[in-house]
């Protein structure tokens, strides 16, 4: 028995010493470039390949690795492949303490605005959109909505865009009531504000015109101080809701005892003036009071602002004219856009789906201290 338990010390002396090497020996940590309520951020070098990674080291502690792959983020994040959804490489847990490994991107959306000193072009917000809509379309016909999007979430490097932090997201199909509190309040829905149980992906395309609002004005569009001014800002710009605009808002606000300020809408031109008129229209459809009047991504995808992000060669314009119009299919090109076309946002790909992931490698057994899996090259069944 007396060797047994000095077995057992030993093997678990071992297993920390293969912890550290192995963080250690595959990654070198350049700097901290973030720290949040949950998490902090480093910047970090394969030493195996020379690649720069964004390593995230959660606060909370995890004593599982069931409890680890459970986590929302890991879980929505290893059902998608898209090229503007951040890719999770790696999620190591070293005692206790949980580390996910991303593709590290340059800048998110709030640093470039919050230091530029003229606005962007419109050329510029429309290739991210483009991007940023690819994204959604994908993720919200793969069963998911983010819940979550804002300038910070969204990360940039040169011209390609990808959405990150899948911490609040959820599957369409899991059943209500979600939590009320989702999004930073800027770009909050207004029927999650009104804290009903019941609400969907309408949530993302609501966030996503005021992000696209912003990146025009480098302004917020409803920067409200509490929930409750929150709500004032929207009506102030959008107008109050009523029964014909929205009616299940009302019944919300009855619930909760709420009284919407009465505000006629101001025209967005007075308050985007450097955006088209196709910009401000489909600013206007995602900023419906009523999420089953704003627009599905993919519908977003078909919008005319969008219309130079497709390329149709002349000999099939005549074709193409005479063809219904539908959404693109999600993850792969527009309905009409031909295998060579070229499209404004620049090197985009098709995805593969889902399905076409093959099993996931561990790096280490699961006794050990330390635990890693490589959600790149091993996608799910």
Known sequence: MRNLIILKVHANLFSRFISKFCFCYRYKIIKEVGDGTFGSVWRAINKQTGEVVAIKKIKRKYYSWEECMNLREVKSLRRMNHPNIIKLKEVFRENDVLYFVFEYMEYNLYQLMKDRGKLFSEAEVRNWCFQIFQALAYMHQHGYFHRDLKPENILVTKDVIKIADFGLAREICSQPPYTEYVSTRWYRAPEVLLQSSVYGSAVDMWAMGAIMAELFTLQPLFPGASEVDEIYKICSVIGSPNQNSWLEGLNLANAIKY????????????LIPSASGDAIDLISLMCSW??????????????????????????????????????????????????SARRYSGPLTNTKAASNFTPVKMFAPQKTAYLGISLLTSPQP
């Not at 009284?259 to 007075?270: D, E, H, I, R």
């Open 259 to 270: 009284q919407f300020p009465q505000f006629a809408s101001v025209p967005l031109p007075v």
């Open 290 to 339: 009523d999420p089953r009047k704003r627009p599905t991504a993919a519908e977003a995808l078909q919008h005319p602002f969008f219309q130079s992000c497709y390329y149709i060669p002349p000999s099939l314009r005549f074709r193409a004219a005479a063809l219904p119009q539908t959404p693109p299919s999600v993850g792969t090109r527009g309905a009409l856009e031909p295998k």
